[in-house]
């Protein structure tokens, strides 16, 4: 009879070559469910799971997994900031974001911090399988509608500052209108003539495309031009 000790058949081993992941959900339920979904896989262990941001980065420091599977919306450290100290700390770390929903400003808040895929929890197995590989070797997967949004902001024109589009002279007098004074008193101020202040005025309106003065106020105020 053989003493020989057997190793488990769930022992996860590195010479096995399989993908050790951790979880991170703030709802159990959802990770003991992609638990059981993945370690379906022979090729994948599950290494640890975390319920919040906190949690996730020190986990990820100690244990040092390929791969983050993270929830989007957790209590305490947010999403982004939890991937910047993960991928800081632990650079071989690589981390896909599982979520329920796609929004344009948080697709491009958690790519800028350094997930580099993004996919919905209403995905297909074989799908989440594969973006989870793919990402885990440092190449990007992106949910079909992330990569609309992603398309449609790089697309969108910069938005123009308003007051690039009057002269010197013009943001003079907008200046002063921002600072209440009176087109007579604008005139003395500037060296014009009341009629040519309201010309200037006329046009600063028509320009911005605005309905008074009052509405060029406020626009100066905001862009700082007080």
Known sequence: ????????????????????????????????GLRALL???????????ASNGNEATEMAARLTPDLVLMDLKMPGLPAPDAIRVIRARSPATHVLVLTSYVDDEQVQAVLSAGALGYVLKDVAKAE???????VARGEPWLHAEA????????RRPAQLDPLE??????????????QGRSNKDIGKALSLTEGTVKGYVSNILAKLKLQDRTQAALLAVKHGLD
């Not at 010197?168 to 002063?176: A, C, I, P």
């Open 165 to 178: 589009l009057l002269t010197e002279r013009e943001r003079s007098v907008l200046k002063l209108i921002a």
């Open 147 to 154: 990569q609309r949004l992603i398309v449609n902001r790089i």
């Open 128 to 134: 989440l399988l594969r973006a989870m590989q793919t």
């Open 1 to 32: 009879m053989s003493t020989r000790a057997k190793t488990p058949a769930t022992a996860p081993s590195a010479a096995s070559g399989s993908l050790r992941v951790l979880l991170v959900d703030d709802h159990a339920i959802v990770r003991e």
């Open 39 to 49: 370690e379906e896989d022979t090729q994948i262990s599950i290494v640890a799971e």
